[in-house]
DNA sequence: TCCGCTACGCTACGACTCGTATCGGAAATC
DNA sequence: GATTTCCGATACGAGTCGTAGCGTAGCGGA
């Protein structure tokens, strides 16, 4: 998987019927430079004149494969998220409690900072953005909570997630508002707190 | 209260002793001006000689007022979280259910969608602004649950709320990820059964 | 082998924004 | 009236954006 989705050229494998293909690995390199210039000078710091020199590229390639900068930034935080797996440890509580400290490792690198908050805001002005942080990213995560529902419900008794979708809401809200909006950590006590306060009534 | 907090010449009341005063009604027109520019044309769109000229002032009095662009709309979104108050409606699940609506409507406004996650984004590069943000923004809010705590006391038998810093995350963090980042709107429903989810274990 | 097609690196460009500097004049206090 | 501070207007260098034009590189088909 080269690009988390396409960027322009997806789905044929040669390309447009001959012609020169597009190169193979500069999707990658771009996609890393763009990750590293966030995480070094956040989200208006990094331009992507500095990205193209970075990734060994000129700045017109990134403007054939991306529309912008935004639609880029996506595509290179999926990939991050795309690191969180889940995980199988017995029970509910345990499941949950390594997801959402993978989750706060992943909100708490410098890129994630900067990056996120600003793809949703950017968003909510414009639909296919919007859609696009909706299906690389947040429906990504959502999917890991219907994971875990699945294995409770194959666990039995009492531990079924009544409403994953809302579950998810409550989880990734949480913490993505404590870390960042109020920029407060999260520390161990902190989840147990918040795991005595949604489990009890988001299972059955 | 010209201005939600002081941008400059904060305290004394005459300014610096002599001479010719700020004028007094330059804050709000301007805070006005940067809500609706925000509105209109999103985040990346104000430009602060836009607020400058449909304020009815030069550009450089902004920048004599406020450090840039992010410190101004952190005064001017303040001013509108402050619209929030406590309601006392007889039980927690009463007050939730108000002060969650009326937080609905906050959020669904456009100057809210486009300018809230990009403070919160610039904040986590620049200490000072996540410090307004906090201050200004996030603790006030955090005072509705507060209070909304100190009812349910008074009001004493099963109804008290356990962990008020804990709650305040969870609400506000669903309902931001739901509305702004997810993108999906909140029903009713929805209310209902998050606070479901929610009530049942924050309170005793 | 030659040709058509597409991607590539490079350079240059106009339009725009930023934040600052500078100025004479206006509006208060003493 | 003198002083002090704020105000509006204008100009400026620096930097970014997204696009266009150029010649070249690499691939498949005739």
Redesign the interface.
């Known amino acids: 998987m080269a690009s988390v989705t396409g960027n322009g050229r997806e789905g044929s494998e040669t390309g447009g019927r001959g012609g020169r293909p597009r190169s193979a690995g500069a999707d990658a390199a771009i996609l890393a430079a763009a990750r590293a210039l966030l995480a070094e000078r956040?989200?208006?710091g990094m331009t992507l004149g500095d990205v193209a020199a970075r990734a060994g590229v000129a700045k017109t390639t990134l403007y054939r494969r991306w529309p912008g900068k935004a639609e880029l930034v996506v595509d290179a935080m999926a990939q991050l998220f795309d690191t969180l797996e889940p995980a199988d440890a017995g029970s509910v509580r345990a499941d949950a409690t390594i997801a959402i400290r993978d989750l706060i490792a992943l909100l708490g690198r410098?890129e994630t900072?900067?990056?996120?908050?600003?793809l949703?805001?950017?968003?909510?002005?414009d639909p296919g953005l919007?859609a696009a942080?909706?299906e690389k990213i947040?429906d990504r995560q959502r999917r890991l909570v219907h994971a875990g529902a699945r294995r409770a419900d194959a666990r039995g008794e009492g531990g079924r997630i009544t409403?994953p979708d809302?579950?998810f809401?409550?989880i990734?809200?949480?913490?993505?508002?404590?870390l960042?909006?109020?920029?407060e950590p999260v520390d161990d006590g902190?989840v147990e707190?918040?795991l005595?306060?949604?489990l009890?009534?988001?299972t059955r």
Request: proline letters at 4%; a positive charge.
């Open positions: 956040g989200w208006d410098p900072q900067t990056a996120f908050l600003a949703a805001a950017h968003a909510a002005r919007r942080v909706r947040v409403d809302l579950l809401d409550v990734a809200g949480t913490m993505v508002h404590r960042l909006i109020a920029g902190y707190r918040f005595d306060l949604v009890p009534a988001a």
